[in-house]
C-alpha cells in the first residue's frame, strides 16, 4: 500500500497477453496472489513478491500521535464517495525525480472494479475538500491495499484507521499491503513468506465479507474519529 518502490518481483508483462488491462484481469491475478503495475513507458507487469507484505488487522493501533486528531473530529470521513479522484491524486509523482506506477489503464480498469463493487476507497475532506485517503480491492475476506495520498497531514492517516475499523467491523482475515517500506511499517506492516501468504490468501477467499454495509455506514457520514 502506498508509496512504493519499483520491485524487482517481475513476473511478465501483461502487453504480451492482453491488448488492455480489465476489471476481470485484476479478480484473477488478485485471487492469485499477483498485482499489476505499470511502467514508466506504460508498459504493465504483474508482481508477486516474496516475502510478501501484510498488516495484521487485530494488533493495529493509532499511533499517539494521531489520537488527538481523532477525538478532536479534524476531518470528514467518507468512502467511496470519489474513488477516481483518489486514484488520481495517488498517481501524481511525489517529487520531480519520481514517477508513477498508477497508468491511466490501471486508473480505468480499477474505476471499473469499482464500478462493480469490488474496489473501494476511505476518503477525508476538510470543508468539502478532498484531502488525503486511499484505495483497495475487497475479495472475499481479504482487502489489499493499493495506494494513498494526503494533501493535509494526517489525513490519509486517518483514513487508515478506518479503513482498519472496517476491516474488523466487517470480520476481514487479510490486509494486503505488498511490498514493505518506512510508510507501512508504521501501521504495523511485517513481512511473511510467500508460500504463507498464499495460505492465508486461500483462506480468506473462502469467506465472504461485505466491505459495506448499513451497520457501518454511520461511523462515515459527518466525523472521523471513534
Not at 490519509?156 to 470480520?171: D, E, G, N, P, T
Amino acid at each position: 500500500m502506498i508509496y512504493k518502490h519499483f520491485p524487482i518481483f517481475v513476473l511478465f508483462s501483461s502487453n504480451a497477453f492482453m491488448s488492455k488491462l480489465s476489471a476481470d484481469d485484476l479478480i484473477y491475478g488478485y485471487i492469485n496472489g499477483i498485482f499489476p503495475m505499470a511502467d514508466a513507458d506504460g508498459t504493465l507487469y504483474w508482481y508477486a513478491p516474496d516475502p510478501r507484505a501484510v498488516i495484521p488487522i487485530d494488533t493495529y493501533k493509532p499511533a499517539r500521535s494521531l489520537r488527538p486528531v481523532l477525538n478532536q473530529k479534524r476531518f470528514d470521513v467518507r468512502i467511496n464517495d470519489n474513488f477516481e479522484q483518489v486514484m488520481r491524486y495517488c498517481s501524481t509523482p511525489r517529487s520531480d525525480d519520481d514517477s508513477t506506477w498508477i497508468s491511466d489503464e490501471i486508473i480505468d480498469a480499477y474505476t471499473e472494479l469499482h464500478r462493480m463493487g469490488l474496489a473501494h476507497s476511505v476518503e477525508t475532506y476538510i470543508d468539502n475538500r478532498l484531502v488525503g485517503g486511499l484505495y483497495g480491492v475487497s475479495l472475499g475476506a481479504a482487502f489489499f491495499g493499493e495506494s494513498m495520498f494526503y494533501h493535509v497531514s494526517d489525513a490519509s492517516k486517518v483514513a487508515f484507521h478506518h479503513l482498519i475499523m472496517i476491516l474488523r467491523q466487517q470480520q476481514f482475515q487479510l490486509l494486503d499491503t505488498q511490498f514493505i517500506n518506512d510508510n507501512v511499517r508504521r501501521f504495523g506492516a511485517i513481512e511473511i513468506p510467500k508460500a504463507d501468504y498464499l495460505r492465508r490468501l486461500k483462506s480468506a477467499l473462502r469467506h465472504k465479507a461485505r466491505f459495506t454495509e448499513v451497520a457501518v455506514e454511520h461511523l462515515f457520514r459527518n466525523h472521523a474519529g471513534d
